[in-house]
């Protein structure tokens, strides 16, 4: 059986002629599925005689859509992507609420969002009040940092004009005695904070209790104004009052700075204008996921209850802002007759329920990337299914390439797939990669299949050629910006030696990383660094050598490298830590709130990314590590290792 040209392998072949009321296909990383979506396409159109009109396709990006219609070689399929889709369901049902009105883009949305709360903190006391308190003291989610504890109570002091020095030096004592804040106006005031439970128990054992007992020994005995801030206030939300009570003993009475003006003060410093900037996105996140999760507000309120009382009281804060910010939101796209995507999908699906005549007629859908639907795109075909009794569905995705959770999406979809459609369902798996060879092959389905949740399969190739994978460790023991830069300075000089210039400039490279900007790490003389013409996600790199050579590279993200084959690969800042790979940083709970439930097996989708990652490169894949804190991950794989 052959499509387009190229023969198709058994589980293809299977793939393709199996005709159930649902089949669900589970294709690896480089297996021909846009190949087996084709051949779908014409053995539904060729051999079981549907018309072409009642064949619907469906796929999350333009770019495979424009694939798909150009090698499509049956006329008057639809082929769609999901806002396309609603789109069109809501011009052929003449949807009156809809008819005129325009397609907000994402960064209109988060200027309304930032646009708005700056009104409302000029305008309204009690929500600038609240806004100023998320972001000094509650953004991001505190999870027992010592340091950002220390910080806040920094600035609690502040913002009620409180002058003081940090890490002062005990004038009284002769051993080394630090105070964490030292009031000097209008009374000196020692304060330290101490890490210390309600059981008077510290995470640094019983010397740094000792130790704590002693300071406030040695201020009794010189009389001085001394507060000791126990940690344990933070949790029951009581740090505040505790901080007030204690300086009104020394007969002072903290008056907070007006928040319009304590708002300015954000936007002026470093450290919090990236708190502040990080709290605009995440409310564009939540009104995201709200919206394309279809939630209530009652639901959304449940969901925000919190498991203790700080966490508690942090929801109830965060929801007083964001009700205000998405009641204006919805009215502002109903006063300026716009519409987001979310509301294309829910408004869409609603038609399809409500219209007698619209999405009539299909009698196949076929499905894309099936992994990385969201709940209003599933709750939308389900009722295409509903609105058509006996269209059939095949659904195509890879449970492995499951990297969206942070955009709604669900694993639990693949894994429960017969019981959400609640349709009759065949599995079937195309397990034949024509992208990579060995020792790739290996490498990448032992390092997936580690977490036992993910569905099992027999990945094979039958490259005869090699793909292997290479870890180049720096040596430098300290991360520097740069860096990077030169380790890839000498993977291409080593790749030229090899082969040449010229068959080198014929070649596709992509540099990839975890985040956007780690292209940082690219800064060096030996690099310029350009948007790319046509898609944001992307960076253009020109490579010039000490001898004027001149290579044309790409940067993007891991996610961002989803979907796209290249001839080299090489991934930066495969190190350990905050910020390297796997991510340790969670997503804050509110956001968590939202999404799928965390997977028990420790960095699920962290590992999914990786196994994206390490799979794009036909003919090699290069790692840039730091020798001294490699990535777990670098540590896991099999492969053959470089020391630069």
Not at 3 to 19: M, R, Y
Not at 335 to 359: G, L, S, W
Not at 379 to 401: E, H, T, Y
Not at 624 to 633: G, H, T
């Amino acid at each position: 059986m052959t499509c387009a040209g190229h023969s198709l392998d058994k589980q293809q072949i299977e793939a393709v002629v199996a005709c159930e009321d649902a089949q669900l296909v589970l294709a690896s990383a480089g297996s021909g599925k846009t190949l087996s979506l084709l051949a779908k396409i014409e053995y539904i159109h060729n051999q079981l005689r549907i018309p072409s009109r009642h064949i619907l396709v469906i796929s999350f990006t333009q770019k495979t859509v424009a694939e798909l219609k150009e090698r499509c070689n049956i006329d008057g399929v639809e082929i769609r992507t999901f806002h396309s889709l609603g789109n069109y369901f809501l011009r052929s049902a003449r949807q009156p609420s809809m008819a005129q009105k325009q397609l907000i883009a994402d960064t209109q949305i988060g200027i309304f969002i930032r646009n708005y709360c700056e009104f409302l903190i000029l305008h309204d006391a009690d929500f600038a009040r609240v806004f100023v308190d998320f972001v000094l003291f509650y953004y991001p989610f505190l999870v027992d940092q010592v340091a950002i504890e220390e910080e806040r109570v920094a600035d609690w002091l502040r913002i009620h004009g409180l002058e003081f020095t940090k890490n002062d030096q005990c004038p009284f004592s002769e051993q080394k005695c630090h105070i964490n804040f030292v009031i000097k106006t209008p009374k000196i005031i020692y304060i330290d904070y101490l890490v210390i439970d309600q059981k008077g128990h510290s995470p640094y054992g019983r010397e740094y209790i000792r130790d704590a007992k002693w300071r406030t020994e040695l201020h009794a005995r010189n009389s001085t104004n001394y507060i000791a801030v126990p940690s344990w206030h933070w949790r029951d939300c009581s740090m505040f009052d505790f901080l007030e009570s204690e300086l009104n003993k020394y007969h002072i009475t903290p008056q907070r700075l007006p928040d319009a003006e304590l708002y300015q003060k954000l936007l002026k410093d470093g450290s919090h204008i990236r708190n502040l900037e990080g709290f605009y996105c995440m409310l564009q996140t939540f009104l995201s996921l709200h919206k394309n999760g279809t939630y209530s507000m009652s639901e959304i309120v449940e969901r925000l209850h919190g498991e203790d009382k700080y966490s508690a009281t942090r929801n109830a804060i965060f929801r007083r802002i964001y009700a205000r910010i998405y009641n204006a939101y919805e009215q502002y796209l109903f006063r300026t007759r716009q519409y987001d995507f979310a509301d294309m999908i829910n408004v869409a699906k609603c038609q399809v329920e409500e219209v007698d005549n619209c999405a009539r007629g299909y009698e196949y859908i076929l499905l894309d990337e099936v992994q990385d639907l969201s709940r209003n795109r599933l709750l939308l075909i389900r009722s295409i299914l509903r609105k058509n009794p006996g269209c059939k569905l095949f659904a195509v995705g890879d449970d492995w390439q499951s990297i969206y959770r942070f955009a709604g999406s669900d694993l639990a979809l693949i894994k429960d797939f017969e019981q959400i459609f609640g349709l009759a369902t065949r599995r079937s798996f195309i397990e034949s990669t024509h992208r990579f060879g060995q020792p790739t092959t290996r490498i990448s389905c032992d390092f997936i299949q580690r977490n036992p949740a993910q569905s099992h399969k027999m990945v094979r190739s039958p490259k005869q050629t090699t793909t292997p994978i290479y870890v180049i460790f720096n040596k430098q023991t300290k991360q520097k910006e740069g860096q990077d830069a030169e380790s890839l300075r000498i993977i291409l000089q080593s790749i030229i030696a090899q082969i040449g210039i010229e068959a080198v400039k014929q070649k596709s490279i992509q540099i990839i990383s975890r985040y956007n900007h780690d292209i940082r790490r690219l800064k060096s003389k030996l690099f310029k660094i350009a948007p790319h013409r046509d898609n944001a996600d992307i960076f253009n790199l020109i490579w010039r050598s000490d001898i004027g050579q001149e290579l044309k590279l790409e940067f993007c993200s891991m996610h961002k490298s989803k979907g796209i084959t290249r001839d080299i690969v090489i991934v930066l800042n495969m190190n350990s830590g905050l910020n390297g790979m796997p991510a340790v940083r969670e997503s804050d709970p509110i956001i968590n709130s939202l999404l799928a439930d965390n997977e028990p097996y420790p960095f699920a989708e962290e590992r999914r990314l990786f196994y994206v990652a390490i799979t794009r490169a036909r003919e090699a894949t290069y790692l840039i590590a730091n020798s001294k804190n490699p990535s777990p991950f670098v540590r896991e794989i099999s492969s053959e290792q470089q020391v630069v």
